[in-house]
């Protein structure tokens, strides 16, 4: 099994759009996908349908006191599955500081789900802390999405910085320029001329789109009601790159 982890030290840069749509595209392809939804906002598991998330805590699954394989749900989407998230993972940074072995919770809590899927991707919730860290090692991949702006890129710098320090990976992080507005001169000055933490993005970048937005509406992945969508074959272009 594959983990990608969308993570972003930023909040509204399109990391829970990019987790959705690349987990659609992903089961589109045949193979099996599970959604991990750890932010508490539960954003991701809301987008695939999910109304009432489970009654669980950051503190029971740290513990291992709840097998996490009894709350997956499946979706409306053949061979997509989600484990919801909700208020109740408010406290991962505490729950992960304080267990044995911290950065190898994620890791340990996900390796059960490689006999039932092929593909497993971690839609985090922004910030840098112990949950982040575990992730970074965890992941086969760390996606991050980076709005063409200064402030978004300083963001993107101090999670290299912070991968540095910890001595997780540097070489699995993949960024991409995502919410890009072509209408605006800054954008298209960085997605032309990236500075030197973009060199090695992804070719594939994601525009500002009003699709994205529906996605609230109709509570689905873009393909599944714009499938002719630029929006929609970009994140299928950023999926075949990937993988």
């Known amino acids: 099994m594959k983990t990608w982890a969308l993570y972003s030290l930023k909040g509204g840069v399109g990391k ?3 987790a959705v749509n690349l987990a659609y595209e992903a089961a589109a392809t045949g193979k ?16 695939l349908g999910i109304d009432q998330p489970p009654d669980l805590s950051a503190k029971k699954i740290v513990d291992g006191k709840v097998p996490l394989g ?13 484990l919801p998230g909700g208020r109740g993972y408010r406290q991962w940074d505490a729950e992960i500081h304080a267990a044995q072995s911290p950065r190898k919770v994620i890791e340990r809590l996900v390796e059960p789900f490689s006999e039932s899927y092929s593909l497993l991707i971690l839609d985090c919730p922004p910030g840098i ?26 963001a993107f710098d101090e999670v290299l910085d912070h991968i540095a320090d910890k001595k997780v990976g540097k070489t699995r992080v993949r960024p ?5 507005d072509r209408r605006r001169r800054m954008h298209r ?5 990236p500075p030197e933490s973009m060199q090695q993005a992804m070719a594939t ?6 699709q994205v937005e529906q996605m609230g509406a109709h509570r689905a992945p873009i393909a599944t009601f714009a499938p002719r969508s630029r929006a929609a074959g970009q994140f299928r272009s950023l999926y075949e790159e990937l993988a």
């Open 16 to 18: 829970t759009a990019a």
């Open 32 to 47: 099996h996908v599970l959604l991990w939804d750890l932010d508490p906002q539960g954003a991701a598991s809301w987008y």
């Open 70 to 82: 009894r709350y997956v749900q499946a979706t409306a989407h053949e061979r997509l599955a989600v």
């Open 129 to 154: 802390g112990a949950l982040a860290t575990a992730i970074l090692r965890a992941a086969d991949q760390v996606l991050v999405p980076v709005v063409p702006t200064p402030l978004s890129l300083r």
């Open 176 to 180: 991409f320029f995502s919410m890009a």
């Open 189 to 193: 000055d960085l997605l032309a001329e």
């Open 205 to 210: 970048f994601i525009d500002y789109s009003s």
